[in-house]
């Protein structure tokens, strides 16, 4: 069984940084893509950015130059690197990953697996 662990939330000021990292487990996690969501309250869950099995990587126009997903197959885990950080970007914020190998999208409803998320509060 798939499980995901997300770590490094927390609460910074507004042009602050944090790392998350989402440690996975259940099959082999080079063969598949890994994708950032987040859900701030009373909003609808929205994709931040995602990672190929070799690297490329995708994002939501509001995280593209602030924020940098990666990868470490031989850990296992994804990051996601958060810079210039803003209180827009306070969220809960989960990794999640497809059902399908060889496959990455920013639709939420192709992704199977998820963490249970991480607090991420930007204060102005």
């Known amino acids: 069984q798939v499980q995901l662990v997300e770590s490094g939330g927390g609460l910074v000021q507004a042009g602050g940084s944090l790392r998350l990292s989402c440690a996975a487990s259940?099959?082999?996690?080079?063969?598949?893509?890994m994708g950032w969501f987040r859900q701030a309250p009373g909003k609808e869950r929205e994709f931040v950015a995602a990672?190929?099995?070799?690297?490329?990587?995708i994002y939501v126009d509001s995280a593209k130059a602030r924020f940098t997903i990666s990868r470490d197959n031989a850990k296992n885990t994804v990051y996601l690197q958060m810079n210039s950080l803003k209180p827009e970007d306070t969220a809960v914020y989960h990794c999640?990953?497809?059902?399908?190998?060889?496959?990455?999208?920013?639709?939420?409803?192709?992704?199977?697996?998820w963490g249970q998320g991480t607090q991420v509060t930007v204060s102005s």
């Open positions: 259940g099959r082999t996690f080079s063969d598949y893509a």
């Open positions: 999640a990953a497809p059902g399908r190998r060889w496959y990455i999208s920013r639709i939420e409803h192709e992704y199977n697996y």
């Open positions: 990672i190929s099995w070799s690297g490329a990587d």
